[in-house]
């Protein structure tokens, strides 16, 4: 886990900063291990179904100008890029890399169902994505090199001008400091930053998912709702940070930012869990076919392991299972199951001649939760 600098516990943090005032820690995290090198961001960038930009600032006029251009990149692009001035991004690492995962344990205070993904960055000196905000928590954690980072709580203009296809705040001075590696900066929704790469360097973003409130509106058939927004917690406890677990204060969250009554706290959990569990389109598992399940099913209940695939979103609450934006009802005799999938992203003996996990186990295979091996 981070280590908070003075004296914070993951309490504190949540109370003081989550969701609401930006932190920096330095020497949060000794060193960023597992990382990726800068050559395996770029084999990333290059692939159909990795999402990639490079941001390129120009500094030829007084006021500096932002262009973006999105991936997947030539090998011969990538190798021919100029000295300075431009960052490389790629989204959802851990998805293509499942061992960069381990990363997400330093906030562990955090319930993963909450994570989107991980971003890396790898900048040329000068490079950055300009003044801007996002809608969503983040832990920008630094790899090696030097990023002088500019955050800000206040309120900043927009800059129209800065970028055609980048949406940018003026620029802003707000406080000021140097990540070096292992130092981390936490952003709640909506905080001004700006990042430059004062060195040559790489940033590892942790980044929140938060369902927005219309969507879950939608899921619910509800035509009109009076909030719009995000999904907040800014009263998060600790208690809440179970693998894969959503809690019962989580659905009460949703309940009252959609104003619905307690006795709709069943339906409006499994908007939550279904949401929470959706795959980006292009980032969605097979689940395995029916000869396949049978298969795989008696192999599991064989007391085999499977790990779980890369690009799974797996969850639970007290009722139902989710597994990749679909719902069934929770076999209570599963959680014990569900607690191993979801913390080790693998699935070792534990089912063995257990037949009542039959229909979980089904479940899970034929919607996608295992990397299934290519033949056996
Ligand atoms: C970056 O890694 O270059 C950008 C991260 C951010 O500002 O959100
Ligand atoms: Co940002």
């Given at each position: 886990m981070?280590?908070?600098?003075?004296?914070?516990?993951?309490?504190?943090?949540?109370?003081?900063?989550?969701?609401?005032?930006?932190?920096?820690?330095?020497?949060?995290?000794?060193?960023?291990?597992?990382?990726?090198?800068?050559?395996?961001?770029?084999?990333?960038?290059?692939?159909?179904?990795?999402?990639?930009?490079?941001?390129?600032?120009?500094?030829?006029?007084?006021?500096?100008r932002y262009?973006s251009?999105?991936?997947p990149?030539?090998?011969?692009?990538?190798?021919?890029?100029?000295?300075?001035?431009?960052?490389?991004?790629?989204?959802?690492?851990?998805?293509?890399?499942?061992?960069?995962?381990?990363?997400?344990?330093?906030v562990?205070?955090?319930?993963?169902?909450?994570?989107?993904?991980?971003?890396?960055?790898?900048?040329?000196p000068?490079?950055?994505?300009g003044p801007?905000?996002d809608?969503?928590?983040?832990?920008?954690?630094?790899?090696?090199?030097?990023?002088?980072?500019?955050f800000?709580?206040?309120?900043?203009?927009?800059?129209?001008?800065?970028?055609?296809?980048?949406?940018?705040?003026?620029?802003?001075?707000?406080?000021?400091?140097?990540?070096?590696?292992?130092?981390?900066?936490?952003?709640?929704?909506?905080?001004?930053?700006?990042?430059?790469?004062?060195?040559?360097?790489?940033?590892?973003?942790?980044?929140?998912?938060?369902?927005?409130?219309?969507?879950?509106?939608y899921?619910?058939?509800?035509?009109?709702?009076?909030?719009?927004?995000l999904y907040?917690?800014?009263?998060?406890?600790?208690?809440?940070?179970v693998?894969?677990?959503?809690s019962?204060?989580?659905?009460?969250?949703?309940?009252?930012?959609?104003?619905?009554?307690d006795?709709q706290?069943?339906?409006?959990?499994?908007?939550?869990?279904?949401?929470?569990?959706?795959?980006?389109?292009?980032?969605?598992?097979?689940?395995t076919?029916?000869?396949?399940?049978?298969?795989?099913?008696?192999?599991?209940?064989?007391?085999?392991?499977?790990?779980?695939?890369?690009?799974?979103?797996v969850?639970?609450?007290?009722?139902?299972?989710?597994?990749?934006?679909?719902n069934?009802?929770?076999?209570?005799?599963?959680r014990?199951?569900?607690?191993?999938?979801?913390?080790?992203r693998?699935?070792?003996?534990?089912?063995?001649?257990?037949?009542?996990?039959?229909?979980?186990?089904?479940?899970?295979?034929?919607?996608g939760?295992?990397?299934?091996?290519e033949?056996r």
């Amino acid at each position: 886990m981070l280590s908070l600098p003075d004296n914070l516990t993951a309490e504190s943090f949540l109370r003081q900063h989550w969701q609401k005032a930006a932190l920096f820690m330095p020497h949060a995290l000794p060193r960023l291990r597992p990382a990726v090198t800068r050559n395996e961001l770029a084999w990333l960038a290059t692939l159909d179904d990795v999402e990639s930009r490079i941001v390129f600032v120009d500094r030829s006029s007084k006021r500096n100008r932002y262009r973006s251009e999105t991936g997947p990149f030539a090998p011969e692009l990538l190798a021919n890029l100029p000295r300075r001035d431009w960052t490389l991004l790629v989204h959802d690492v851990e998805k293509h890399l499942p061992a960069l995962r381990a990363l997400f344990a330093n906030v562990s205070f955090i319930p993963d169902w909450r994570i989107d993904d991980l971003m890396v960055s790898f900048a040329a000196p000068g490079g950055g994505v300009g003044p801007h905000r996002d809608n969503y928590d983040v832990f920008l954690c630094q790899g090696f090199g030097q990023r002088n980072w500019h955050f800000s709580d206040e309120e900043v203009p927009a800059d129209p001008e800065a970028s055609k296809d980048l949406s940018l705040l003026a620029e802003f001075t707000g406080t000021v400091v140097d990540a070096v590696e292992g130092d981390v900066l936490y952003l709640p929704p909506g905080a001004a930053h700006w990042g430059t790469a004062s060195r040559a360097c790489m940033t590892y973003s942790i980044g929140m998912r938060a369902p927005e409130v219309a969507d879950l509106a939608y899921h619910l058939n509800i035509a009109k709702v009076s909030a719009k927004g995000l999904y907040r917690d800014p009263d998060l406890d600790p208690s809440e940070a179970v693998p894969g677990y959503i809690s019962e204060a989580a659905a009460k969250r949703a309940l009252r930012l959609l104003s619905l009554s307690d006795g709709q706290r069943h339906d409006v959990a499994t908007a939550l869990g279904r949401i929470a569990t959706q795959n980006k389109d292009w980032l969605k598992p097979d689940g395995t076919s029916a000869a396949e399940t049978e298969l795989w099913l008696s192999h599991l209940l064989a007391g085999g392991g499977l790990a779980m695939h890369g690009m799974a979103q797996v969850a639970f609450d007290d009722c139902s299972l989710f597994v990749n934006g679909q719902n069934r009802p929770l076999l209570q005799g599963a959680r014990r199951l569900l607690a191993e999938i979801c913390s080790n992203r693998r699935l070792v003996r534990s089912a063995r001649r257990d037949p009542d996990l039959a229909p979980v186990l089904t479940f899970l295979l034929a919607h996608g939760a295992f990397e299934i091996p290519e033949s056996r």
